[in-house]
């Protein structure tokens, strides 16, 4: 893992040029590295931002707004120097080459943030939600990562880890005077403590499907006949005209797919290739087999029917196929004089126009409600990382069979060792107690210089 003692330094701004970029110097040498390069004798005031020259190597080479801020408060909780210059990545690098020569090292992805969490800035879940923030995609995902960054999920876990500690410490009291049993609690209690506590775990994970789908967003597959007007309806859906669309039936051979935001959540529309019976050459049969995958890992499955003209056998079998999956059907061309009826219940198809943009809105909102099982999708949910629902699940069935124990009068021992494994698991949400290598992957994912 990384070395905590050495000053590091990296570009924090995105690369390329951009009106200012700012690079980051973190560690006990961060104010002499800075001194080095910055042309100032006067030592550098704290939380002030001076406007200074920036030497490398003897010439002057920019203009930046320097500030230092002391430690523990600053975003490491050490020494830290940002020198904000102009956005180009020629000065940026000068200045980080210099900074490696005055001391510091190239900081590794995500160190900053992980020495933020070394130093007891932030825990292991606000470390993560500053991941999740940088890489929010749509407003929605923005909010409940900032919300974490807040404390709001581990406020409510340090409450279910208090509660814990609180009736552990009862019970161990309790195997200290064997003789005495169930002392300074009585077992029936013992078991009803326990799952109140474990019910507050699960309102936590009760939200979590819908909070994973505002993380990582879902897959929606379009599918249907050729020439159905399902690239039309991916164009209009992602505001764009990314997909071919011409009036020759199999345009589309291989996948198209874009991250749009659907009322707040990521979702990847994915286009396909028309499904018929009958392919006409190889790329036309390689085209629909990766539709039919796309079909096999989506979350939702929009299949178009053509209002325009009459239903045929692709239709019908793609009907059947995908019966008993998560589907929207979609009557689109209701621009065009009907061939059939849309609302015939044994279909159950929407009316839309890929063209005109008739009843696309409404067609955004069921994609959102079929997705997320709550109607309540603006609600910042709690729990959206995966890592959480996991350790979270896992702390619950611990709690499950300490409750079930202390039901079954098994001796206090077992019990205890129950509540004591959904504590670990809860500090290692938290990163009370988080393992060497989990650690290291969590910080891998992150980009150098955050
Ligand atoms: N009138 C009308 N025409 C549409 C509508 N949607 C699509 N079309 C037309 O239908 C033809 C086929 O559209 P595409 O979007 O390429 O259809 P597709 O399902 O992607 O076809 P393949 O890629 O060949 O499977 C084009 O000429 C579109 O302009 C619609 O809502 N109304
Ligand atoms: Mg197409």
Redesign the pocket.
């Known amino acids: 893992m990384f070395s905590p003692s050495d000053t590091i330094v990296a570009i924090a701004t995105p690369a390329g040029r951009g009106g200012i970029g700012v690079v980051r110097i973190s560690g006990a040498l961060a104010r002499e590295v800075a001194a080095a390069i910055v042309d100032r004798r006067e030592p550098l005031e704290p939380r002030h931002a001076t406007l200074t020259q920036v030497r490398v190597d003897a010439a002057a080479i920019d203009r930046a707004v320097v500030t230092f801020f002391p430690a523990p408060h600053s975003y490491t909780g050490e020494d830290v120097v940002e020198i904000s210059a102009h956005g180009s990545p020629v000065v940026l690098r000068a200045i980080v080459e210099s900074s490696m020569r005055a001391g510091a090292r190239l900081a590794e992805p995500g160190e900053f943030t992980f020495r933020a969490y070394l130093h007891g800035r932030m825990d292991l879940v606000q470390a993560e939600a500053v991941r999740d923030l940088v890489d929010a995609v749509t407003p929605l995902q923005a909010r409940a990562a900032f919300d974490q960054l807040e404390g709001t999920l581990t406020a409510r876990i340090r409450e279910i880890d208090t509660a814990l500690f609180e009736l552990s410490a009862r019970l161990e009291a309790s195997l200290d005077f064997p003789e005495e049993g169930y002392h300074f609690i009585a077992p029936g209690s013992a078991a009803t403590e326990i799952l109140a506590i474990c019910r507050q775990i699960e309102l936590l994970l009760a939200d979590a499907q819908r909070g994973r789908l505002v993380r990582e967003g879902a897959q929606v597959a379009?599918l249907?006949?050729?020439?159905?007007?399902?690239?039309?309806?991916?164009?209009r859906l992602a505001g764009s005209g990314r997909?071919?669309?011409?009036?020759?039936?199999?345009?589309?051979?291989d996948l198209v797919t874009e991250v749009i935001d659907v009322e707040g959540m990521a979702i990847t529309m994915v286009?396909?290739?028309?499904?018929h019976g009958a392919p006409l050459d190889v790329v036309e049969r390689e085209g629909i087999s990766r539709a039919r995958a796309a079909e096999e890992i989506a979350d939702l499955a929009v299949v178009?029917l053509?209002l325009?003209r009459p239903l045929n056998a692709d239709d019908e079998t793609l009907l059947a196929s995908t019966k008993s999956r998560r589907r929207l059907v979609i009557a689109?061309?209701?621009?065009?004089p009907s061939a059939w009826r849309a609302d015939d219940p044994r279909i159950g198809a929407r009316r839309?126009?890929?063209?005109?943009g008739?009843g696309i809105d409404d067609l955004r909102r069921s994609i959102a409600t079929e997705l997320s099982a709550s109607e309540r999708l603006h609600d910042t949910p709690a729990v959206t990382n995966a890592r959480h629902v996991d350790l979270l699940s896992k702390a619950g069935a611990a709690l499950q069979r300490a409750a079930q124990a202390a039901m079954d009068r098994t001796a206090e021992e077992f019990v205890a060792a129950d509540l004591s494994e959904a504590r670990a698991l809860l500090e290692e949400v938290t990163g009370v107690r988080t393992a060497d290598d989990v650690l290291e992957e969590i910080f891998s994912r992150f980009c150098i210089g955050k």
């Open positions: 379009i249907g006949r050729p020439n159905a007007g399902k690239s039309s309806l991916f164009n997909a071919i669309v011409t009036d020759i039936p199999g345009t589309t051979r286009d396909t290739a028309g499904l178009v053509d325009s689109n061309k209701c621009d065009l839309v126009s890929a063209m005109s008739e």
